[in-house]
């Protein structure tokens, strides 16, 4: 029975390795039992997760439309669901009766005031497109079909805001729908960064000028207080039961209050993950308390099953996977003093943590046994009563958020503190292992030496696998409209990055300009040259000087230790560009004849020039049993120049050049080349067209086979000697809608 509940949840979530370890745990736990109440309770719960499973897989299939559906939708949004950036705004609705996401671009600073200020439910008419909501197009990069999965969302609508009326509050449900609307208003009215905290913390809503010091938080191996913890529960529950206690108010009745009072918590919360297990969890042990007079061991096993039938995409996200173990981790552990504690929690969730971020700061373990207490004892409880009375006392209230903005550039100066390992991609089996063994380990009075060698030998197994690879590869990053390649050689031994992308921002008006919370390149290159162990670029080669190919420069040189910049003769100077570097960053033109890391060698610019289209450098290597050329965006005629210089010049692959435009990919050219694979780079509904049907036409009329990001997504060439291997992220269907240009581009 456990088994078909693993079958079916796996299935809907494409393998999550961690969903078979909870269960597995739970068929120990009824093994184990001898409170038959208990076991017939976990066995139904097993059950129905098990028919909800299947129901949500079959629902999925159902509502995930084939194909995108331009139309004008009238979609019901409840107040307090909107979530805005600039123009941009997002919410979750419901369409048909089913949850939609929606995605709208504001025209207006005035719908911009309106959504801010909503209260009730909207029925808002969009003029828009429904289609599936995307699948991850490159490795490790966060997946928001999968996401939007487990959250039983299947399908989104992006477009603009045509109008919107008010609907009546009429359920109860809508009521505290309301009232959390009506909080998150008043929130926004404090000061900041006690309103960020406070729609956090308390709301569930992650504010964009609170993402500096999540992303604080996050190096420093403290987000769980932000974000799965629940712990802000357990504060509240304190300071409910110290009121009630001097209001004379019985224990019966504070218990029957507390019963009441924790659902309405949990939907003004947000229902995140943290907030919804440790609110489950209370509930139960009440609930048990009350009905059965006595306290329970089994409310952690009870409180998955049930979160799982309520959420059985729960185990998918990090968020789910850690607020459970971590909270199995605290029942478990045998010691009482905070610093040992904390080593065992930091111990205990760093498979995890390394199998879904690759990075860990020596310094966690410090920031959890300084923070934790800090944020228990003073920062939760200093954000309750600074919101309630800040209308009274505004002055005392400034002197808390002073407080908090100390605690920000804290976070900040120890988050920046040497000390940050990338480590790279714990393999999910290895991570299930590892998180075993902790347990186990510290589930025991003393510490079992044997034990902890066995532990460290893997993890030092697992970073020389990571770190020293036997092969290397030549990947194409699915960057959008742009060009970024990685090319890495066996061990690591040279890294490079021919390109950045980028993205073009076009001058807007201030109240449209949002917080940038993560760029394409930090979602994509970034984070899978951090999977693959990567701190060091040896080369950071840069084609031109247009944006769609150096956009994400700075966001590279800010992550990694870039030894060189290559740009072509002449780009180095220009002031432009050279204000864009940091300081001390070395920088180098270069022209044709001069060699690279990474067996590169320059065939363009034959001269210095301006950094233009006509100037591109244009990369040649051998890797493997292959020769791979990379065009930039080297126009026609330079390309008869290279010709020209290069006689003999013959490759096995090459990255067309400016992403297949028909001003570049000269057929002679081609034909002199003799490629068996042309890659090319370009975003999806691009609005240059790219690639053009006219250079689609010349590589099938020269029998060229072609892979493109559009299509394929990521595209990976691996290799070790004279074996090689090619691997796309997608098969290349899975985005056909999206294929066709949109009438609005």
């Given amino acids: ?242 009121l009630l206690v001097h209001l004379h108010v019985t224990r019966e009745d504070r218990q029957w209050l507390e019963i009441v009072i924790l659902p309405l918590a949990l939907i003004i919360g947000g229902a995140g993950n943290g907030l919804s297990r440790a609110i489950i969890m209370n509930e139960l042990q009440l609930l048990v308390q009350k009905l059965m007079a006595r306290r329970t061991r089994d409310c952690w096993s009870l409180g998955l099953l049930i979160h799982l039938f309520i959420q059985p995409g729960l ?36 498979p995890a943590i390394l199998s879904s971020f690759y990075q860990v700061h020596l310094l966690s373990l410090l920031a959890n046994i300084l923070i934790v207490p800090l944020f228990s004892v003073l920062i939760l409880p200093g954000l309750l009563i600074s919101t309630v009375i800040f209308p009274v006392f505004p002055a005392l209230v400034q002197l808390f958020n002073s407080f908090l903005h100390f605690f920000d550039g804290f976070l900040g100066w120890l988050a920046s503190l040497p000390g ?73 031994h040279q890294v ?51 944006t769609d190919h150096i956009g994400f420069m700075t966001d590279v040189i800010r992550e990694f230790k870039v030894t060189c910049v290559y740009v072509p003769k002449g780009m180095e100077k220009q002031r432009r560009f050279v204000r864009r570097l940091p300081s001390q960053q070395a920088v180098q033109g270069i022209v044709a004849g001069q060699r690279l890391p990474a067996h590169l060698i320059t065939l363009h610019p034959l001269h210095a020039g301006h950094g233009n289209n006509e100037d591109s450098e244009v990369l040649w290597g051998k890797y493997g049993p292959q020769c791979f050329i990379f065009m930039g965006d080297l126009d026609r005629a330079g390309e008869r120049r290279v010709m020209k210089h290069y006689p003999q010049l013959r490759v096995d692959v090459i990255k067309l050049g400016h992403h297949g435009s028909h001003t570049a990919s000269d057929p002679r050219f081609l034909q002199h080349l003799a490629p068996s694979l042309a890659i090319i780079s370009a975003g999806r509904r691009n609005r240059y067209g790219h690639p053009h049907q006219v250079t689609l036409n010349n590589l099938k009329r020269l029998q060229i086979p072609y892979l493109s990001t559009q299509r394929s997504g990521m595209i990976t060439y691996t290799y070790l000697e004279n074996f090689c291997h090619w691997r796309t992220q997608l098969v290349g269907d899975e985005l056909e809608w999206m294929q066709t240009p949109s009438k609005s581009n």
């Avoid at 066995?43 to 331009?70: G, S």
């Avoid at 990069?141 to 109008?163: C, N, P, S, T």
């Avoid at 974000?227 to 529960?233: A, D, E, F, K, T």
């Avoid at 697992?462 to 390649?485: K, M, N, R, Y």
């Fill in 1 to 242: 029975m456990t088994f078909s509940v693993a079958l079916w949840s796996t299935t809907l979530l494409n393998h999550q390795w961690w969903l078979l370890i909870f269960l597995a745990y739970l068929l120990l736990r009824i093994v184990t039992l001898r409170n038959r109440r208990t076991i017939i309770l976990l066995a139904i719960l097993l059950l129905m997760v098990t028919a909800r499973c299947i129901v949500q897989t079959q629902l999925q299939k159902r509502l995930t439309p084939q194909q995108a559906v331009r139309s004008h939708f009238c979609v019901d949004v409840p107040a307090d669901a909107w979530r805005l950036n600039g123009n941009h705004a997002q919410a979750v609705g419901k369409l048909a009766g089913h949850k939609v996401l929606v995605q709208v671009r504001l025209k207006k600073r005035s719908q911009k005031r309106q959504l801010l200020t909503a209260v009730r439910p909207q029925k808002v008419a969009i003029d828009g497109e429904l289609s599936p909501i995307p699948v991850a197009t490159n490795r490790y990069e966060f997946d928001a079909h999968r996401y939007y999965a487990q959250k039983g969302i299947f399908q989104e609508i992006r477009g603009q805001v045509l109008g919107g009326r008010l609907q009546t509050v009429r359920t109860p449900l809508q009521r505290i729908h309301e009232l959390r609307a009506k909080m998150a208003i008043y929130f926004r009215s404090l000061p900041s960064p006690l309103g960020s905290y406070a729609c956090r913390l308390f709301l569930g809503q992650n504010d964009p000028q609170l993402q500096s010091t999540l992303k604080f938080a996050s190096t420093l191996g403290v987000i769980h207080l932000f974000c799965i913890s629940g712990m802000h529960v357990l504060v509240l529950l304190a300071i409910l039961r110290h």
């Fill in 315 to 350: 185990l998918i996200t990090v968020g789910g996977q850690l607020t459970y173990l971590l909270s199995f981790a605290l029942r478990e552990i045998k010691y009482r003093d905070d610093w040992r504690r904390a080593l065992a929690i930091n111990c205990i969730s760093l």
């Fill in 420 to 492: 940050m390992i990338t480590f790279g991609r714990l393999p999910a089996g290895t991570a299930i292992v590892l998180t075993v063994l902790s347990l186990i380990l510290f589930n025991q009075r003393t510490l079992d030496r044997r034990l902890i060698y066995l532990m460290v030998t893997i993890y030092a197994l697992s970073f020389l696998a990571i770190h020293l690879p036997l092969t290397g590869e030549v990947t194409f990053v699915d960057i959008g409209q742009g060009d970024c390649a990685i090319i890495r050689t066996p061990l690591n």
């Fill in 496 to 546: 490079v990055m021919v390109d950045t992308g980028g993205q073009l921002h076009f001058k807007q008006p201030a109240w449209t300009k949002g917080v940038i919370t993560a760029s394409r390149a930090e979602r994509t290159s970034i984070n899978y040259l951090k999977s693959r162990g990567i701190s060091r670029i040896d080369a950071l080669c840069l084609s031109h000087h247009d």
